[in-house]
């Protein structure tokens, strides 16, 4: 990893790597959120000085229910806190309570240009899943991202492999503002993980798992009941060759070996030791109780937390007020660069 801390940031040299991530509250959490993401967020904690915030505004590039949102985005920081994101040890709160997330938005769009904008996948996926709804804000949404990290001045992201391109754009935002303006932004790196950075469907292994494919068994949700899961990786779809190992033109185990070595520690290696000589059902079994055993323990405490909502609630106005405090010098300082009266 190269460090990209800029001469302005170097004012306290002692100063650990800051990382910020997000995830969208929008419906269920999959097991691609974990694997490629949350699990990540959890382990970087102990190491970093980290910020994590549910990206709600980001939530609203497609049309929602306002209750339902709601609802959403504290069932998503249950979630979270009950996979082991811990508000003592890192900041985490909402992107709508940090009002600096918008404003540095509106700032960053104008240094976005519109043939950026229009390469971004996720862009031309949404758009085409929501032709009736092609909103500005569909469009804009990586300069709101970019905001999300630059007003932290994170130093890594972690994030799925689908982030990846959204990344490179707020890099090349940040390094266009620096030219521009002289040191004011950290370039951040992603931070990617080998495996399960990006997790597949079961049922069609060459499009990534999401919770918006209306086929319900090709994704599992975290709060998916054990025997569910179960059901869902029995169903998986495999190759005829009946023989677990990682090789080309076998997507659907790939993806359910990727899946287990993320779950078990185990190598690839270790894995078509384990099952030379067995079946593909002995292999869906495993991996089905390797997802059970890291997901039942979260469902149990995700249970507990949500009951009560004004815990929750008050646990992210305290994060929003630390966030609030870093993310005003950001803003100051942006502001101040660009012209504009505060
Ligand atoms: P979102 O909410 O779609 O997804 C949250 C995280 O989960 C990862 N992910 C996956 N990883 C592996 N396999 C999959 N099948 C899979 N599906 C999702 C995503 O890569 C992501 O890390 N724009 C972001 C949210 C965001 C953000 C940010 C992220 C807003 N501001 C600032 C980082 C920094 C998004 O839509 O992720």
């Known amino acids: 990893m190269e460090n990209n801390t800029t001469v302005a940031e170097k004012t306290a040299p002692e100063r650990k790597k800051r990382i910020f991530s997000a995830i969208q509250p929008s419906g269920q959490m999959t097991l691609g959120n974990?694997?490629?993401?949350?699990?990540?967020?959890?382990?970087?904690?102990?190491e970093f000085d980290c910020i994590y915030a549910t990206a709600n505004l980001h939530a609203i590039t497609v049309r929602q229910d306002p209750k339902k949102l709601k609802e959403n985005t504290t069932n998503l920081f249950a979630l979270l806190i009950a996979a082991g994101v811990d508000p003592e040890k890192c900041i985490f709160f909402h992107q709508s309570q940090?009002?600096?997330?918008?404003?540095?938005?509106?700032?960053?769009?104008?240094?976005?240009?519109?043939g950026e904008l229009s390469r971004m996948t996720q862009f031309k996926d949404k758009s085409a899943k929501h032709a009736d709804n092609i909103?500005?804000?569909?469009?804009?949404?990586?300069a709101l991202m970019a905001a999300d990290i630059l007003l932290y001045q994170a130093d890594m992201v972690p994030v799925g492999?689908?982030?990846?391109?959204?990344?490179?754009?707020?890099?090349?935002v940040a390094e266009r503002f620096n030219g521009i303006y002289g040191n004011t932004f950290v370039v951040p790196e992603p931070y990617i993980t080998k495996t399960a950075a990006r997790v597949m469907s079961l049922l069609d292994p060459s499009k990534k798992m999401s919770k918006s494919d209306p086929n319900t068994k090709s994704f599992i949700l975290m709060v998916d009941e054990p025997a569910t899961i179960m059901k869902k990786f029995r169903s998986a779809v495999t190759d005829s060759e009946a023989s677990v190992r990682y090789?080309?033109?076998?997507?659907?185990?790939?993806?359910?070996?990727?899946?287990?070595?993320?779950?078990?520690g185990k190598t690839f290696e270790q894995i078509e030791d384990e099952f030379r000589g067995k079946g593909y059902g002995d292999f869906k079994t495993a991996v089905g109780e390797a997802v059970v055993a890291q997901l039942e323990p979260i469902q149990i405490r995700y249970k507990e937390l949500i009951k009560d909502r004004k815990y929750l609630d008050e646990l992210s106005r305290k994060g929003?007020?630390?966030?609030?405090?870093?993310?005003?010098?950001t803003i100051d300082k942006v502001y101040k660069k660009v012209g504009l009266v505060r």
């Open 247 to 264: 090789a080309e033109g076998k997507d659907g185990i790939n993806n359910l070996m990727e899946i287990y070595a993320a779950c078990t």
């Open 98 to 114: 940090v009002s600096a997330h918008a404003e540095l938005s509106w700032v960053l769009s104008t240094y976005t240009q519109f």
């Open 135 to 142: 909103n500005a804000g569909l469009f804009t949404y990586p």
């Open 34 to 46: 974990y694997l490629g993401a949350i699990r990540n967020w959890v382990t970087l904690q102990d």
């Open 320 to 329: 929003a007020e630390n966030a609030a405090r870093i993310a005003k010098r």
């Open 161 to 172: 492999a689908d982030q990846k391109q959204h990344l490179e754009l707020t890099r090349n």
